[in-house]
């Protein structure tokens, strides 16, 4: 300014004898755009012209400043003693020079309970540790902080976390200790770190959530497992028990009344056991079968021969017998008689049989006959010569009573019709039993003739048993006619 009002002064003195004639205002003004256009152009043509390379970024800038210093002062660069500036800062400039800036990095680092804050132009984390003089051990774990909101944010801090491996020993049961190193903070990661692989039945110790200490011991006693079949389901589980009643005790399941368990309550539990819960139940069934009535035969004089009545029916009795039946898991097992009774005997039926003889009579060709009997019977005829045995046989021609066959002599079954008594057939006449026959049973008659005059017979005929009635007679037959002749 003082330049400038110097200059002024100068250009603005009033040449001799101008007095008051001058116009000051008037000539004053383009003296002074003159003037200021040039210190401009003065003030232009003394820039230098300088290259800045920041971070890889390049951008042009004129200055009046002599050092490479200045000139980072005056583009508002902060730099840090970890920032690498080429050329020196203390470089003098010269028109073109270029300048170019790394600014380091700030980094973070927590490690062994203290937090480590510093610049690098490093970008590897191993060479920044290195740097910063922490060393790792093979099982150390380095973790990396950052979300990557603040990785998209250029002056963001890497902020990294060493995790310190401590020793551990595990310890199970018939295996040999396991040594290893573990960042885990807790017993459950560590275990998981590792690939151990647990149940929710084992044991260990200190418990999952326990920190981890240097030269922590864990202990793991395992489960075993074990199957159960149920109720028509399986299920599987694990155990610290050591016999099956334990471990179904552990499970909220009884045996109730005759249920069982296949091995036993007392049985020891091996490896893989299947423990089988039979659930059983018993039933009675009473049982009822009928009693068949007898039939009771009884006499009556006032019925004639050969007619039957009912005297009094039968009642079927009831036989009960007392079941017991087993059922294992619903499936039936077993069945037994526990007791066996009459519940009602049963009441004999009966039927009263005739014993009265009435005489009737019968025309034949000899006149009346009376009888007391009459039946339907199969009629055949014989003869000696067909009677089966030589001539010269020394029965030949002898029936049954020893007398000579002959006309007028039958055979029957004795069962049927007393031998000796008399018979009347028609169209043969009067016979007298006299004989029988091997084919001769039942309602069967077989008439006889001699040698020489034998006529063939074969249908039914009416026999008639003629008076007198014997004293033993038999009043109750099987049946009084023949199959073939009903």
């Known amino acids: 300014m003082a330049v400038r009002e110097k ?65 980072l002062r005056e583009a508002g660069l902060t730099l840090h003693p970890e920032d690498v500036v080429a050329p020196a800062l203390s470089e003098r400039l010269v028109a073109g020079t270029t300048i170019t800036v790394h600014r380091a990095s700030p980094v973070v ?39 990557p909101a603040q990785a998209a944010t250029s002056d963001a801090p890497l902020h990294l976390r060493i995790e310190r491996a401590v020793p551990v020993t595990l310890q199970e049961a018939q295996r040999p200790p396991l040594y290893f190193y573990t960042t885990a903070q807790t017993v459950g990661e560590a275990l998981n770190d590792v690939g151990i692989v647990l149940y929710l039945a084992d044991d260990v110790r200190p418990s999952l959530s326990s920190s981890i200490k240097p ?11 074990a199957t159960i079949q149920m109720d028509g389901r399986t299920f599987r589980t694990r155990t610290h028990r050591f016999t099956v009643g334990e471990v179904l005790a552990d499970l909220g399941i009884s045996l109730q009344g005759l249920d069982y368990a296949e091995p036993g309550l007392k049985a020891p539990l091996g490896d893989e056991a299947t423990i089988k819960v039979v659930r059983v139940r018993e039933e009675i069934l009473v049982h009822q079968e ?28 009831v036989f009960e017998r007392r079941i017991r039946v087993r059922y294992e898991d619903e499936v039936e097992v077993a069945r037994w008689t526990e007791a066996e009774w009459v519940a009602k005997p049963a009441r004999p039926k009966v039927l009263n049989y005739g014993t009265k003889i009435v005489l009737r009579t019968v025309d034949t060709p000899s006149g009346p006959a009376q009888y007391w009997r009459k039946f339907r019977m199969l009629a055949t005829s014989y003869n000696a010569a067909s009677s089966g045995k030589a001539p010269d046989h020394p029965r030949y021609g002898i ?43 039942g309602m069967r008659i077989d008439l006889g003739y001699d040698d020489d005059n034998l006529v063939s017979w074969y249908r039914c005929v009416d026999v008639y048993l003629l008076a007198p009635a014997p004293d033993d007679v038999d009043y109750i037959l099987n049946s009084l006619s023949h199959p073939r002749c009903r």
């Open 215 to 225: 030269g922590t011991r864990i202990s793991i006693d395992r489960s075993v497992p």
């Open 7 to 71: 200059t002024w002064q100068l250009e603005n003195r009033a040449p001799p004898g101008a007095g008051r004639h001058r116009v000051p205002g008037l000539l004053a003004a383009p003296v002074f755009l003159a003037l200021a256009a040039l210190l401009i152009i003065g003030y232009q043509r003394t820039l230098t012209r300088v290259n800045l390379v920041v971070d890889g970024q390049v951008r042009t800038q004129s200055t009046h400043q002599t050092t490479v210093e200045a000139v």
């Open 290 to 317: 009928t009693i068949p009535f007898e039939i009771q035969w009884a006499p009556d004089p006032e019925l004639e021969i050969d007619h039957q009545q009912v005297g009094r029916e039968g009642e079927l009795g």
């Open 109 to 147: 680092v927590e490690v062994d309970g203290r937090t480590i804050q510093a610049r690098t132009q490093l970008t590897r984390t191993e060479e920044i540790l290195t740097e910063l003089d922490i060393s790792l051990s093979p099982y150390d774990q380095v973790q990396t902080l950052n979300n």
């Open 399 to 441: 029936t049954r009573l020893g007398w000579q066959m002959r006309f007028g002599i039958v055979a029957v079954d004795p069962r049927v019709v007393r031998l000796g008594s008399q018979v009347y057939v028609p169209g043969y006449g009067v016979g007298d039993v006299a004989d029988t026959g091997g084919a001769i049973l």
